[in-house]
């Protein structure tokens, strides 16, 4: 004769414990312990809050929100982690390189894979509106030693705050990808990028635009290094002076990347040609941290 089953009882004192000790059976240790975890945060977060059942029922509707605008093209999950200081977090826990080494930042949701090769001192801006601009440096290593062939993956947004994932565009449209010479040397051509404003159109403009907080971030341009033999680099570079540099919406500003926009008159440029206009000069040496 079978023995009845007890069935367990859960209160609201054992529902944590209960649930994330079923969590800790995934089959993947650190799946168990990341899952474990994450059931006592949120526990602990309702029981601090005592969050409301039409509370709860908001934040489901949200992330549903979140979920639904989100395409190929627009990242509104990893807007709402930058919002949050979450990603930086994240890129600081993970990304903790030796003094001198260029420091990392967020990726951002407007990266798109694939960028067109370009020579030196080509003009990924392919003739948009706006300021000349010319960044131009050495890619090397922390003991100084250029390093020849490191492609510097490049992308910004336009005059109007724009960037190609946001608009209805067939070709690459203010991105590309640099090769730094065996000097190391590399030099790109853009134009100056303004600062701008995340996405309002969406569920996290509509929570933010239920704060203070400014949805603004500063004037930048956005670079990836992946070079073999040294720990991957993602990074912005923002114009000094610019607005916002101490508001940045998603907590990205760094001094050490903070860069003078020197502006010069029509006349010879960085990359040995010649500008009828007056244009912008940034000058940066990437520093690479060696990988572990």
Known sequence: MAHPVTPTVVTE??????????WGTAHDPRTAELMSALVRHLHAFARETRLTEAEWMAAVRWLTEVGQISDDKREEFILTSDVLGLSMLVVQQNHRFAEGATPATVLGPFHIEGSPELGYGADMSQGLSGTPLYVHGTVRALDGAPIPGA??????????????????????????????????????????????????????????????????????????????????????????????????????????????????????????????????????????????
């Open 13 to 22: 004192d054992t529902i944590t414990d209960l649930a994330a000790a079923r």
């Open 151 to 292: 492609v510097l993956d490049v992308w910004q947004a336009d005059s109007d705050g724009a960037y190609e994932s946001q608009l209805d565009v067939d070709e690459a449209r203010l991105r590309g990808k640099y090769t730094a010479r065996e000097d190391g040397t590399y030099c790109v051509r853009t134009i100056a990028p303004l600062g701008y404003a995340i996405p309002m159109d969406g569920p996290v403009g509509s929570l933010i635009s239920k704060t203070d907080i400014s949805h603004y971030r500063p004037a930048h341009v956005h670079f990836l290094l992946n070079v073999p033999g040294f720990e991957p680099l993602i990074t912005h570079l923002f114009r000094e002076g610019a607005q916002y540099l101490d508001s940045d919406v998603v907590f990205g500003v760094k001094r050490e990347l903070v860069v003078t926009f020197t502006e010069r008159e029509p006349g010879p440029t960085p990359d040995g040609g010649h500008s009828d206009v007056p244009w912008c000069e940034a000058a940066y040496d990437f520093v690479l941290q060696p990988a572990a």
